[in-house]
Structure formats: structure tokens, C-alpha cells
């Protein structure tokens, strides 16, 4: 089975946020802002930028380009206005051992022996680990020279591995 059309365009630089265990007021602000029964969080995205600058304080992982740029993008391409989810919320986002989209600053970025990329991801609710499949980086992907530290990135249909699903 070839999949290599699976690997057209799966990331982009821009903006969005999902997984880590640590709260923040940020994500505390967003499950107190919609009703109990829903699964996922959405707010408008002025009032997540406001919400951005009160919380973030002396963080400039939030408060630069490339985080402010995501933002923007995803307002002006078909986020009609909404953000979703955080990396805290991956319980409520997670599907079939997959997460639609995770949208994060690139906290740290290593080569590992297999040719892929170890990286930390982080969004406003904390940090995750993740890796990078060789095929994205290289000549195939062509991305690369844009996946470091500091990019902004947003990553499509991620697969979650862990122990067991409880760890999710």
C-alpha cells in the first residue's frame, strides 16, 4: 500500500493548541466557558488573543511572531473566527489513537539515529514530546528548513502513542 499521499502538505507553519497534563489559567478560562455537556472548547479568537496577553505575562513564546502569526492564520483560513481544543484537552479531541490537529511553538528540536526529529511541543496548557517522521523533513516533505526551534507549527492527523489509553 502506498501512503504517500498521506504525506502531502501534513504540516504547516501557523498556530492552534493541544496536549500536556499541566492547567493553566488559560485552559481553566476555557472549560468554564462553554456548558458541561460539550466535549470541546471554542472561543471567539479576540477574545482568546485577550486572553493570551493576560495569561502569558513574561512568556515570549506567546507573545512573538511566530505564535501571533498561527493565530492570524487560523482566523483567516477557514478557522471562521474559533480556536480549538488545547494539548490538555487531547482526551476530548482524540480519535482512534489520532488527534485531528495539534497546533504548538517548537520548544526543542534533535535529530534522532533513524533520521526523524525528536521535538517538545508547546501551547498555552504545557508541553508534549513528539517525533517527527524522516519523510517530512527531507527532500520528500521539503520541510525541514522550517521545522526548529521557535517555528510555529501546525501538525495534522497525529498519531498518540502511550502505554495505555489512560495515559491520554
Known amino acids: 500500500m ?3 499521499d498521506k504525506l502531502k502538505n501534513p504540516i504547516r507553519p501557523c498556530n492552534n493548541h493541544h496536549l500536556s497534563r499541566d492547567r493553566t489559567p488559560t485552559l481553566d478560562y476555557l472549560h468554564s466557558s462553554h456548558s458541561p455537556e460539550k466535549e470541546e472548547c ?21 507573545t512573538r511572531g511566530p505564535w501571533l502569526s498561527v493565530v492570524e492564520f487560523v482566523n483567516a483560513n477557514g478557522g471562521e473566527g474559533v480556536v480549538f481544543g488545547c494539548l490538555g484537552d487531547i482526551k476530548s479531541f482524540i480519535n482512534n ?10 520548544k526543542s528540536c534533535t ?48 498519531s498518540v502513542f502511550s502505554p495505555n489509553r489512560s495515559h491520554h
Open 42 to 62: 471554542v472561543i471567539s479568537t479576540q477574545e482568546y488573543i485577550r486572553k493570551v496577553v493576560e495569561d502569558v505575562g513574561e512568556d515570549e513564546d506567546f
Open 2 to 4: 502506498d501512503n504517500s
Open 111 to 158: 535529530p534522532n539515529a533513524l533520521g526523524d526529529l525528536t521535538v517538545t511541543f508547546k501551547d498555552l496548557s504545557g508541553s508534549i514530546p513528539g517525533a517527527i517522521h524522516h519523510k517530512i523533513i527531507n527532500d520528500e516533505g521539503g520541510y525541514g528548513k522550517d521545522i526548529h526551534v521557535g517555528a510555529a507549527v501546525i501538525v495534522h492527523n497525529v
Open 97 to 106: 489513537g489520532k488527534v485531528d490537529q495539534v497546533v504548538a511553538i517548537i
